[in-house]
């Protein structure tokens, strides 16, 4: 049990919630104890696409947090709330309702390099403590802006008080920051009522399977028909086929001279199985993650 299960992650389910779920489908399908970790947090208002690894993919994990994003979103327009969200309390409402065309005029403000404040409620610490504890206990919460990337933002929909867009996103990004900013440029102000993610790296939600599933899979012991085998998850970068004798050095930790291939990441099979994310230099090849299969 070495790879990717993609959840299309329910409303109010947690990440780790979902990483329990997993856990809990391994155990009752009598597959034994495996690692078990998620490729990117999801808020539990937010639903689809949640990468959960599985055995050696846990490795991986890092590296899905560094991907880009695909996410649908609403905004409901007039009214902010201090979660930029349905969960929070009402802070700030406006009587301005945008139009279409003033909400397309306004999105290439925030395509490409930008910058944002992350929501107060959120995961980031500040002075070793989650700064969505602090805002629970009343306190001010000052978080630096920080660096984004938005590759792309469409408009999907146009209701009489909303706007449901798609954004295209690089890592670190956070939707409930963009749709405040978003309002605030439109003169008014605005938090989310729906955020989907339909893409995380290379997994969308044509691969994602429900918690229902997931058990009927488990009860079944058919669990192998939901994994996505590792390489799933680096299908962004070529393969490197290696001889046994060059397999084994890499698992010994050594690296490989003299390899005619193109630099950068590479991942690295002998035969059909995975053997490491490697590190191609000049014909130098190096360890970034070895896979004990």
């Not at 899905?64 to 700030?92: C, H, N, P, Q, W």
């Not at 602090?134 to 209701?159: C, F, N, P, Q, Y």
């Not at 939901?226 to 050095?249: F, H, M, N, Y």
Request: aromatic residues 4%; hydrophobic residues 40%.
């Amino acid at each position: 049990m070495h790879g990717w299960i993609v959840l299309d992650k329910p409303l109010g389910l947690g990440s780790t919630q979902g990483v329990s779920a997993v856990k809990r489908a391994l155990r009752e399908g009598g597959y034994g104890k495996w690692k078990v970790g998620h490729g990117g947090t999801l808020d539990p208002l937010a639903t689809g696409v949640l990468p959960i690894a599985v055995g050696e993919a846990t490795k991986l994990a890092g590296r899905m947090l560094d991907s880009d994003k695909l996410y649908d979103f609403t905004i409901r327009f007039g009214v902010e709330t201090d979660t930029l969200d349905l969960e929070g309390g009402e802070v700030a409402v406006s009587e301005v309702r945008p139009s279409r065309n003033e909400v397309a005029a306004i999105l290439p403000r925030f395509t490409g390099p930008i910058e944002q404040i992350p929501p107060v409620f959120s995961a980031l610490k500040v002075d070793g403590e989650r700064a969505y504890d602090l805002a629970r206990k009343g306190e001010t919460v000052a978080l630096a802006s920080r660096a984004v990337t938005i590759h792309a933002l469409e408009i999907r929909d146009i209701g009489e008080d909303s706007a449901t867009l798609t954004a295209h996103v690089s890592k670190g990004t956070y939707i409930r920051s963009l749709a405040r900013d978003i309002a605030h440029a439109l003169g008014t102000v605005g938090h989310v009522t729906m955020l989907r993610r339909i893409k995380a790296g290379p997994f969308t939600l044509d691969s994602a399977i429900s918690l229902d599933k997931l058990a009927d899979a488990a009860k079944g012991q058919r669990l192998e028909d939901c994994l996505l085998p590792l390489r799933a998850g680096l299908d962004d970068i070529p393969a490197l086929s290696l001889t046994p004798d060059q397999a084994g050095l890499l698992r010994q930790g050594q690296k490989l001279v003299g390899i005619a291939a193109d630099d950068g990441q590479h991942f690295a099979l002998n035969g059909d199985t995975p053997v490491a994310l490697v590190e191609v230099s000049d014909g130098d090849v190096r360890v970034v993650r070895g896979f004990n299969l």
